[in-house]
């Protein structure tokens, strides 16, 4: 079974300074891993997403993250972060079931807080 | 890019009602709904698959009889809560994978609270 760990709830940085948010994965398979991001009382959008291409994926703004086999990690980072990053952030695998039953398992999502 | 409406945004009923949110996928066809729930500070529980013409899809532990989801067309799924109670409160999630495609779109959300 398929399964993502955020291993950071909260993380709280200043403005200005990168951007390191935490998640590894489990697969069987060769997963399809993404990044979402959820501002208050909204709903979701998608940052970024890694299917078995580029191991360095590129989002938009401004934020990347590094498929690591090896590790089984997908964090997610930003150089300088920026006031209005400040949002809740999960990272999240779709299940390998194929076809119309694929499912996406959410991580508990980090908090990230910015800083003046 | 693909949008995804929730209707209503907000909705507060009274404790014994039903309570119908919309998802409509606006500019394309999703033959597949998915419906999350998600407490205060906590992750999305995925609730339910829904599938265009068939029978809702529910996850462990989620009453079908309590959270009846119908797909009647490409473009629109409703999720009803019935005979609300306070635990019911929660924000309720929707999301649109058009047809053919592979990625998720996520509605606003809907954010029921029951008194």
């Known amino acids: 079974a398929q399964s993502v760990t955020q291993l950071d709830s909260h993380v709280s940085v200043s403005e200005g300074t990168p951007v390191l948010l935490r998640c590894n994965y489990s697969?069987?398979?060769?997963?399809?891993l993404f990044w979402y991001v959820q501002h208050p009382n909204k709903g979701l959008q998608l940052l970024l997403k890694y299917t078995s291409a580029a191991t360095l994926v590129k989002g938009i703004n401004g934020f990347e993250a590094e498929f690591k086999k090896s590790e089984t990690s997908f964090h997610l980072t930003k150089p300088s972060a920026h006031m209005s990053d400040a949002a809740e952030y999960f990272c999240v695998v779709r299940t390998a079931y194929g076809g119309a039953t694929n499912k996406l398992i959410f991580g508990t999502g980090t908090l990230l807080a910015v800083q003046p | 890019g693909a949008v995804v409406s929730q209707h209503p945004s907000w909705v507060i009923c009274k404790s014994g009602t039903s309570v119908k949110i919309e998802c409509r996928s606006l500019d394309f066809q999703a033959t597949t709904m998915f419906w999350y729930r998600q407490f205060p500070k906590q992750s999305l529980m995925l609730m339910a698959t829904?599938?265009?013409?068939?029978?809702?899809?529910?996850e462990q532990g989620v009453e079908k009889d309590k959270f009846l989801i119908n797909h009647a067309s490409l473009t629109l799924s409703t999720l009803t809560v019935t005979s609300a109670h306070p635990e019911d409160s929660s924000f309720y999630i929707c999301?649109?994978?058009?047809?053919?495609?592979?990625?998720?779109?996520f509605g606003q959300g809907t954010r029921l609270t029951v008194v």
């Open positions: 697969s069987s398979y060769s997963p399809s």
């Open positions: 829904s599938n265009e013409g068939s029978k809702a899809t529910y």
């Open positions: 999301s649109a994978r058009r047809t053919g495609g592979t990625e998720a779109f």
